[in-house]
């Protein structure tokens, strides 16, 4: 069935580094694909998400390009600041099961 | 444009007991579903409403059941609650149903179950 793999966090990087979060997905057809941030004490955002092969999703200085031959989605941003510390959610959408399929989560904190 | 309410945002309850958590969508959008969140599971899809019709289940027991309403408000319900439930139960909008958009959800705040 569909899945989607994360890398496990946490994440602990200082300012201005950069940033990669992994992502693999299992999936039949051709899903279209999300980054959802949480902030603490909220619900789900969207970040960005690419819906076709070769499609980058950009959002507020993050990327994440949909990758079918290696079936990734990996998140990066080439500056994090402090208030990008939160929890990034994969996730994977299929016509086909008619439902939003998450990964794990990956906790991000941005040390000043 | 309002986003999606739910409530209530946080509520205790006690084993054997039943809840209803309700959710509003964003004005126009038809399309409601549930997740459940916990440390263990992660999110975990509970159902999608489309027109007051139920168009897909997770892998929830049947003490799990929701409805959709004509102004396309949702409310799930968790009968005999046992401490598993426990939970922030998420609640996300969309315009419709089963088109490649359809994964781009709103989600609203959330309503933090605990049961004792």
């Known amino acids: 069935g569909n899945s989607v793999t994360q890398m496990e966090g946490p994440v602990t990087l200082s300012e201005e580094a950069f940033l990669t979060i992994n992502c693999t997905y299992t999936?039949?057809?051709?899903?279209?694909l999300f980054w959802y941030v949480q902030y603490p004490g909220e619900g789900l955002q969207l970040l960005l998400k690419a819906t076709k092969a070769d499609d980058k999703g950009s959002n507020k200085g993050f990327e994440a390009t949909y990758r079918k031959e290696t079936t990734s989605f990996h998140l990066e941003k080439g500056s994090v600041q402090v208030s990008d510390s939160a929890v990034y959610f994969c996730a994977l959408y299929s016509g086909n099961t008619g439902k939003l399929i998450f990964g794990q989560g990956t906790t991000l904190q941005v040390k000043p | 444009k309002a986003g999606v309410t739910q409530t209530p945002r946080y509520l205790i309850k006690t084993r054997g007991q039943q809840v209803t958590l309700s959710c509003s969508p964003i004005s126009g959008h038809r399309s409601v579903s549930w997740y459940q969140q916990t440390p263990g599971q992660g999110l975990q899809f509970l159902f999608e409403?489309?027109?007051?019709?139920?168009?897909n289940k997770g892998n929830f027991p049947g003490r799990f059941s929701g409805r959709q309403f004509s102004n396309s408000r949702s409310e799930m319900n968790v009968s005999t609650l046992e401490l598993g439930d426990s939970a922030l139960y998420l609640c996300?909008?969309?315009?419709?149903?089963?088109?490649?958009?359809?994964?781009?959800?709103?989600f609203g705040e959330g309503s933090r179950l605990t049961v004792l």
């Open positions: 996300a909008s969309s315009l419709g149903h089963r088109d490649p958009a359809t994964g781009e959800l709103f």
């Open positions: 999936a039949t057809g051709y899903p279209s």
């Open positions: 409403y489309f027109s007051e019709t139920q168009r």
